[in-house]
Every structure is written in C-alpha cells, then in structure tokens.
C-alpha cells in the first residue's frame, strides 16, 4: 500500500541512541532538507494497543498458546478492535512490540518474524489488520539488538525500511537498545513520512525540537508497569519536568508517558480513572496494553469514555500541567479548543478515605477559564453537569485516595464531541 524508501541521513546521527523508542509513522519522503516530521499523522495523540506491558516476550506457544507473541493473538486483538467499539472511538493502531521477529535475518539480511509464532507472515497480518479498517504497528532497535535480544537494525536501516514497506506497516516503534555509541549509528535514522514514530529518551537535556523531527511521540520515563507506584512516578516525572517538556508536545509530536494498564491487575478503580485522566490530560498517545478478551465492562467504559477521549484528542493539541501541589492535593489543568479547559484534581494521600478539597474558580485557567462564568462539568469518576460558576466562586471536591475528579470548563453547557 505505501512504498517506504528508508533515507540515510547524517543530520541525523547525532541523535544517535537517543533516538531510542521513537513511534514514526509510516511512509518515507525523500524530498531533501525537509527537516520536520511532517507526516501529517498523530495531529492528536495516537491511540490504540501495544503488546508489551500486558504480554511481554512471552514466546512460549505450546504452554500459553493464548498468550505467546503470536500473529493469534493480534488478530484475536484486531476482531475485538473492530466489534467491540474501540475502532469507534479512536483506538486505531494495533501495536506489536519486541519478540515478534525470528532469531537471524533471511538470507536477504531482511527481517523476518518467527516462522513458528507467524506462521503467515507480517503482511499477511497488515492485511488481515487493514481488512477490519486498523493500522498495524511494529517494533525495531536501532541498535544490534532490540532490548528482548532479537536482531537490531543497526546496519540495517534502508533493507528494513524497505521490508516494513513492503510488508504495508503503518506504525514503528523504533527502540534504542544495544546502542554502543553515537558513531556506531553513523548513518543511521528512519528518515520517512507516514510512519507514526515513538522514541525512548533518556539523555539530560533532549533538543525536542530535533526530536520532533523525527518522532510522532516520544518516551521520556522508564517503562509502566502494572502498579499504582509506576503511574505515580511517570506523573512525578512528568510534573517535575514539566517546564521543557510541555512545550514540545503539539500536533504531530507528542511526550508519551507510556501505555495505559487500565484493565490489568494492578491499579485500583480510582487508581484506572487517574491514569485515564492524567493521560487525557496530558496530551498522551492512547496506547492500552491490555487483554480486550478478558476485560472488565468497568474499565472498558473508562477506557471508552468519549469525554475523556475529546479531551486527550483536543485539536488545540495543547499539553496540560501541574497546576498547584497542595496538602497532598495535585490540581493538573489543561487549555482546550473554544476557551475550555479540563481541571483534574488528585488526590494522592494514601492513608484514610475520601477528603474534600475546595479551589477558588478564579485560580483556575490562568485567571481566564471562568471570567466572568464558566459551565462546569465533572466528567470523572462519575459525569455530572455542576452548572454554572461564577468567577469569584468555589468549587468543593470530594476525592478517593489515589483518585481523580476530571473537570471540564467551558463557556457553555456543549462541549463539542468527537466526529
Ligand atoms: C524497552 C521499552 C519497552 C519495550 C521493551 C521491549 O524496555 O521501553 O516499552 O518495548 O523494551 O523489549
């Protein structure tokens, strides 16, 4: 469906292994000294599903046949996509991550998935992927070897460009393992259009102008796992952060805070409805990895929740902020389209029950949100129209430990939905 020309770029080597776990979406331009990652993709953050956090490099088909690394379990993935309303809201690219591939290259030095576990091939599954109208993602290193020990495409940047290509891959998930040195890479970067890029970024101080130029999103933090104490650390890191990196996200270039692990095992209900809102609120690629065949109806409606959704996918494209930190109170907020904005509340105290925190309406939205009047709407845990607030108001709040209550402000009691 796309030709890919994998261009080899000098501009680029200084980017070198800091250009670990770039998402680039797909298809190559090769039209010289056009430096932005113009790809007119991830105008809003890219949502959809990666394997990793919820399915590892399980490899093993014979004892967990449900849950190996499998072409299976992709297409078992794209079907609930498509049937079970995740497509309809947003969710669109179904992601693999690392372990897919087999142990050595072909005889070509091409890439190849393992024979056993894909028994079809990666282009046959991009089709079968394409068929129930989904973009398929894949994962590579620009090292020797990606993080799980399979073949990196260091060396190897135009042949698996190419092969991506061919094999109609819309999404690259382009790793930074095994990456000795800066000039180990010479040559080395994905110089394409088309092809939503994530990077892992780990370097003191990133030039996110450059990244951009390369990457739909970026990592920035370790890796989530399935743990309140995970989620809270991406959010201090974030917040600590917040003053270099706010300003790199905006359409087309994304910070990614990492997938959401919204109906796994680890995180409370109220624990589920921060990560929702946090990563609504801060402009966050929507990545679920999670098991859509056994999922709660609870966390699926979290995670469909259009609201929300509308929020994280705001064309204004604006990253949110850590507001104020208060009595361990955390008030983020974030500038929407048509003067709103959405106010999350946390509350992060993790002894006794809920606690009420009350905030002046004119503190929020930079003075402007609520002048003279706002309509306020909670739109998490529970939706619920509060009416109209008067500038020199409050609003009182009552919040579950490790909870959140999403707001939204706006100038009427509408706010515009998704398409
Ligand atoms: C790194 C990345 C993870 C995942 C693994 C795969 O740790 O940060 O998201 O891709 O590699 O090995």
Redesign the pocket.
Known sequence: MVTVTMKLTSRVQHLGCLLA?CFLAQVLWDIPGVWALDNGLAMTPTMGWLH??RF??NTDCKEEPDSCISEKLFMQMADLMDSDGWKEVGYEYLCI???WMAAQRDSKGRLQADPIRFPSGIRHLANYVHSKGLKLGI?ADVGKK???GFPGSFGYYDIDAETFADWGVDLL?F?G?YCDSVEQLADGMFHSRDLAMSK?NFEAKPNYTEIRQYCNHW?NS??VYDSWQSVKSILEWTSSNQKTIVSAAGPGGWNDP??LVIGNFGLSWDQQITQMALWAIMAAPLLMSNDLRHISLQAKMLLQNKDVIAINQDPLGKQGYLLRKEDNFEVWERPLSSLAWAVAMVNLQEIGGPRSYTINIASLGQGVACNPACFITELLPTKTKLGFYEWTSCLKTRINPTGTVLLLLGRSQTFKKLP
């Open positions: 776990l990793w956090e590892m490099c991550d690392d372990c994962y990606t993080c799980a998930k790793d393992c892992e990592r370790g890796d990492d997938m």
